[in-house]
């Protein structure tokens, strides 16, 4: 659900702060008053392209920031969402919104303070807000998209699931016959070079342990010399005779045996510790000695070494980061070769695989197919039956599905199934239903909506629904029917509706009113939540003001409901 939305220099409304409440948000305000700027702002935050004229006068830029909150069943598909493109993670389970629209230069977008592209943000945006009105944010208006709720609908969701994962499978197969079907010189090319990269790959004798330990012995042998110098002066140092640290130690040696004989009780021990010293250094000679005789000053092993190394470098260069990436490389070039090599056999029983699949995608198709005819009727009517509620009482919705036929297919599988699906709408006697995304008035298109998302309201998971100019046209009976409808989809998930009609408005749960006011000679526009003496207030004009009626058929609407 939309928590919280903050509208800067857009049109006007030079900083407007909107807190959003679960449940059914109703919006109202005079003509001109600035309710589409909210509209705006929302389509803003969901991608949609932004004009440069939208900016308030005398501003450089206007910014839109909205706080989301994803139901728990959205929260791992969108973390990974964000993972997958290096976006920052959700703070307390919310995402952070943000567009930044520049008179001159550069638009900017952020999603949780991270910069990103358009086409992330609207890829984010799909599944949380769904809008309908005059606006292009209408998914119910896609044909792919009703397929989509048409499987909800109708339980068949995993059915199309397995039917999806059948073709994935059929196109990787394909994919690999057709990288075997290829002209003759390209074959021979093909078969040539991974022959190459095996040989050049196993011959090396590789393992995965051995580029360190080569690289380890290469710094030794090539600073042998040094190795030496140092370590015979180290010798140098604890065994020469006039000047050595054995020498002195027999000088400190006599010194303490006299302290010794002189205070035995007080200087014993310091002679025990000078015996463990000279054991110590003598040790420590006879290690360097080993040490020394282990130096390999060998130049033909040097020129080994490098050369080893040289051959590291270039397999890594042509292969892999590593020489396990190489061997890894080799291994799948000698499964390659040995599937090439084999061509015609491989390719046959490629193509037994695709027939025994397609076998199978045909019946799992077939079984998708009829589960949706079954609902097809059931869904109709029921859409039907609230399109009259809505004021369409000689309207006409069905929907018409198209199947592909085994015999005339070329085998061109969509992984939603074989069917295609159209909601058609005739909203008079005599018309011809048509496309509803063909359906020009924006009011007969809102009610459509209205009608489908109460049938469906138990199928769609979209958290959030936008409903602009629904009351288009409507009046009586209908406005009441809108705005029941209305209260129970907000039941089920966050309803936002900018309307005209006093019934709809009383039905909300959280009324807002959008105002416009003159301030240091600028027209400035604001929103606000309404306290129950100033939602009475907000109907009673809506209902056109004046005599004391109008005041007391605005408290009866308010408590219908």
């Known amino acids: 659900m939309i928590h919280l939305l903050r509208i800067k220099n857009l049109a006007l409304a030079a900083d407007v702060t909107l807190e959003l409440e679960p449940g059914f948000n109703v919006i109202s305000g005079e003509t001109g008053a600035g309710k589409s700027v909210i509209i705006g702002a929302l389509n803003l935050t969901l991608g949609e392209r ?19 909150e994803p139901p728990s069943h959205l929260v791992d598909s969108i973390s990974a969402f964000l993972e997958e493109r290096g976006l920052e993670p959700m703070e307390s389970g919310q995402l952070f919104l943000k567009r930044a629209i520049h008179r001159k230069g550069a638009n900017r977008q952020f999603i949780n303070g991270s910069p990103t592209n358009l086409a992330t943000l609207v ?42 994962s059948l073709v994935a499978q059929r196109m990787r197969w394909a994919h690999e016959k057709a990288a075997l079907i290829q002209d003759e010189s390209a074959y021979a090319n093909q078969l040539d070079l991974l022959r190459f990269q095996v040989n050049e790959i196993e011959s090396a004798g590789l393992s995965s342990e051995e580029e360190a330990e080569t690289m380890e012995e290469y710094e030794r042998a090539s600073n042998a010399s040094s190795l030496i110098e140092i370590s015979q002066q180290a010798l140098s140092g604890l065994e020469d005779e006039d000047s050595g640290v054995q020498e002195r130690l027999g000088h400190v040696g006599r010194a303490l045996a006299e302290l010794a004989r002189l205070d035995p009780k007080g200087a014993g021990s310091l002679v025990d510790q000078h015996e463990q010293i000279i054991s110590l250094v003598a040790d420590l000679a006879g290690e360097i000695h080993q040490y020394l005789d282990a130096i390999d000053m060998d130049p033909s092993r040097l020129n080994d070494l490098e050369s080893r190394i040289h051959l590291f470098q270039t397999l890594k260069r042509k292969y892999g980061k590593d020489i396990a990436a190489v061997i890894q490389y080799g291994e799948r070039a000698r499964a390659r070769l040995g599937k090439i090599e084999r061509k015609d056999e491989e390719i046959q029983r490629i193509e037994h695989e695709i027939e025994q699949l397609e076998v199978r995608i045909w019946e799992m198709g ?59 709408f005739a909203p008079n006697i005599g018309e011809p239903a048509r496309p509803l995304r063909m359906i020009a008035s924006s009011g007969e298109m809102a009610r459509v909506m209205l009608a489908l998302k109460t049938a469906l309201a ?35 998930r966050q309803t936002l509706c900018i309307t005209h009609l006093p ?59």
């Not at 036929?405 to 159209?422: A, M, V």
Request: one cysteine or more; proline letters at 5%; glycine letters at 8%.
């Open 458 to 492: 138990a199928q769609d998971q979209c958290p959030t629904l936008i409903f602009d100019e629904i009351d288009s046209n409507v009046g009586g009976e209908t406005a009441r029917a809108v705005a029941e409808k209305m209260k129970l989809i907000g039941q089920s």
């Open 50 to 68: 932004a004009d440069r004229e939208m900016i308030r006068g005398g501003e450089k830029e206007c910014v839109v920031e909205a706080v989301i």
């Open 366 to 424: 077939a079984k998708l197919t009829r589960k949706r005819s079954q609902s097809i009727p059931k869904l109709a009517r029921e859409v039907s039956r609230h399109l009259k509620d809505l004021g369409f009482a000689r309207s006409h919705f069905e929907i018409q599905l198209t199947s592909e036929d085994p015999k005339n297919s070329p085998r061109n599988f969509n992984p939603t199934g074989l069917d295609s699906i159209e909601f058609l």
């Open 123 to 164: 890829a984010i945006g799909e599944g949380l807000i769904d809008m309908h009105g005059p606006h292009d944010h209408q998914s119910l208006l896609k044909p792919a998209l009703q397929l989509e709720i048409l499987d909800a609908y109708a339980g068949a969701d995993a059915l199309r699931k397995d039917f999806a």
């Open 503 to 561: 019934a709809v408005a009383a039905a909300g749960s959280q009324h807002y009113r959008v105002s416009k006011f003159i301030r240091g000679g600028r027209t400035l526009s604001d929103i606000k939540p309404l306290n129950p003496e100033e939602r009475i207030e907000e109907i009673t004009r809506m209902l056109g003001g004046g005599p004391d009626a109008a005041k007391v058929h605005a408290e009866e609407l308010l408590k219908s409901y």
